[in-house]
């Protein structure tokens, strides 16, 4: 064996250098699992309001907590969400700071505004938040926060519009979901007093929007106008569409629905409001494809959010999870341990 390797070095070479490079493509390809991600220590105050809705909960305990939070010394970053009933504030610290001391500061500082919540409210109760490394992981591929001087729907639209279409462009993404606001809707305003001339019966209406798939998600009465408002979860459906839907045939005419209610755009129930360092976001995430190279398509989704702070410098971008970021990070630790051994 040694013989025939000593007298054939040029076919021994071009055997090692095919292995070089079958190795070479097999690193850059192979799929590559989340691994851990070293973050500043983080408290948590959680408040409970129930049956609050998340507007009140926002301006009555959210906003004082944060305006308390800031107080303390050694704060980096603030994310606060509040939903039906609850609030809850993360509060993330340098690192290096003494978070014992922190959060006795913190707990001070939130005994002073207790007695100013509103009756009924719980808390706020101080949770310290385990450091992400020893957390169980169950993330998203990519997720970030858009954060820009909106409110908090007009975010959500922007970012339907702009944002979630650029990322869901991306080679290896595989879907892109955005989360804050409330979805828009369509409202339908049924004049009862038409109905009634035209001898047409409620169900007929409901069974025609049926028949082109628009459930409704709640209907009502307006003590006002005496109207029926009926809302449609799908508020992606064009209003002259609508308005062309055909209800019922009396004799030679076809009724449309403009004939007897009229159709707006609309939002449904605020479900959650997200803030970071005091101002509305929303949070997008993202999941790339299984066969897909994390790593990879993190650089690409980093890239594709420059593009988009070019277009729209009023934008802001808060990475929240990465995992080929973190992969790449432990793949250079690796690389440099190799080194020297």
Same mark, same amino acid.
């Given at each position: 064996?040694?013989?025939?390797?000593?007298?054939?070095?040029?076919?021994?070479?071009?055997?090692?250098?095919?292995?070089?490079?079958?190795?070479?493509?097999?690193? #850059?390809?192979?799929?590559?699992?989340? $691994?851990?991600?070293?973050?500043?220590?983080?408290?948590?105050?959680?408040?409970?309001?129930?049956?609050?809705?998340?507007?009140?909960?926002?301006?009555?305990?959210? %906003?004082?907590?944060?305006?308390?939070?800031?107080?303390?010394?050694?704060?980096?970053?603030?994310?606060?969400?509040?939903?039906?009933?609850?609030?809850?504030?993360?509060?993330?610290?340098?690192?290096?700071?003494?978070?014992?001391?922190?959060?006795?500061?913190?707990?001070?500082?939130? *005994?002073?505004?207790?007695?100013?919540?509103?009756?009924?409210?719980?808390?706020?109760?101080?949770?310290?938040?385990?450091?992400?490394?020893? +957390?169980?992981?169950?993330?998203?591929?990519? *997720?970030? +926060?858009?954060?820009?001087?909106?409110?908090? +729907?007009?975010?959500?639209?922007?970012?339907?519009?702009?944002?979630?279409?650029?990322?869901?462009?991306?080679?290896? =993404?595989?879907?892109?979901?955005?989360?804050?606001?409330?979805?828009?809707?369509?409202?339908?305003?049924?004049?009862?007093?038409?109905?009634?001339?035209?001898?047409?019966?409620?169900?007929?209406?409901?069974?025609?929007?049926?028949?082109?798939?628009? #459930?409704? =998600?709640? =209907? *009502?009465?307006?003590?006002?106008?005496?109207?029926?408002?009926?809302? $449609?979860?799908?508020?992606?459906?064009?209003?002259?569409?609508?308005?062309?839907?055909?209800?019922?045939?009396?004799?030679?005419?076809?009724? #449309?629905?403009?004939?007897?209610?009229?159709?707006?755009?609309?939002?449904?129930?605020?479900?959650?409001?997200?803030? %970071?360092?005091?101002?509305?976001?929303?949070?997008?995430?993202?999941?790339?494809?299984?066969?897909?190279?994390? %790593?990879?398509?993190?650089?690409?989704?980093?890239?594709?959010?420059?593009?988009?702070?070019?277009?729209?410098?009023?934008?802001?971008?808060?990475?929240?999870?990465?995992?080929?970021?973190?992969?790449?990070?432990?793949?250079?630790?690796?690389?440099?341990?190799?080194?020297?051994?």
């Amino acid at each position: 064996m040694i013989e025939f390797v000593v007298k054939r070095p040029v076919f021994i070479s071009v055997v090692y250098f095919i292995f070089i490079v079958l190795g070479f493509f097999a690193v #850059k390809n192979i799929k590559i699992d989340l $691994l851990p991600v070293v973050s500043g220590p983080k408290l948590i105050v959680s408040t409970n309001w129930p049956y609050t809705s998340p507007e009140t909960i926002e301006s009555r305990i959210t %906003v004082p907590v944060e305006e308390v939070a800031w107080k303390i010394k050694g704060v980096k970053h603030t994310f606060s969400r509040s939903a039906y009933g609850m609030s809850q504030v993360e509060i993330e610290f340098y690192r290096g700071t003494n978070i014992r001391f922190a959060e006795f500061l913190l707990k001070e500082e939130l *005994s002073k505004i207790k007695k100013t919540l509103p009756i009924g409210v719980s808390g706020p109760f101080v949770l310290k938040s385990l450091p992400e490394e020893l +957390q169980e992981k169950n993330k998203n591929f990519f *997720s970030f +926060q858009v954060i820009a001087p909106f409110n908090i +729907q007009k975010l959500r639209e922007f970012s339907e519009k702009n944002i979630l279409p650029a990322i869901g462009s991306v080679y290896g =993404v595989a879907g892109v979901e955005v989360y804050g606001g409330s979805d828009s809707v369509l409202r339908v305003l049924i004049d009862n007093e038409k109905l009634k001339a035209l001898n047409i019966s409620f169900g007929s209406v409901l069974g025609a929007l049926r028949v082109v798939s628009l #459930k409704p =998600v709640s =209907v *009502s009465l307006n003590s006002k106008s005496k109207k029926t408002v009926v809302v $449609l979860g799908r508020g992606d459906v064009d209003i002259k569409d609508l308005e062309n839907l055909p209800v019922m045939k009396k004799g030679n005419r076809v009724v #449309k629905l403009s004939d007897i209610a009229s159709v707006f755009k609309g939002y449904g129930l605020l479900n959650s409001l997200s803030r %970071v360092n005091g101002m509305d976001a929303v949070t997008i995430t993202v999941n790339k494809n299984n066969d897909a190279n994390a %790593v990879n398509v993190s650089e690409k989704v980093h890239n594709k959010l420059k593009e988009l702070k070019s277009r729209f410098p009023f934008l802001r971008f808060k990475v929240i999870e990465d995992t080929g970021r973190d992969i790449k990070r432990e793949i250079e630790k690796l690389g440099v341990k190799a080194f020297y051994i």
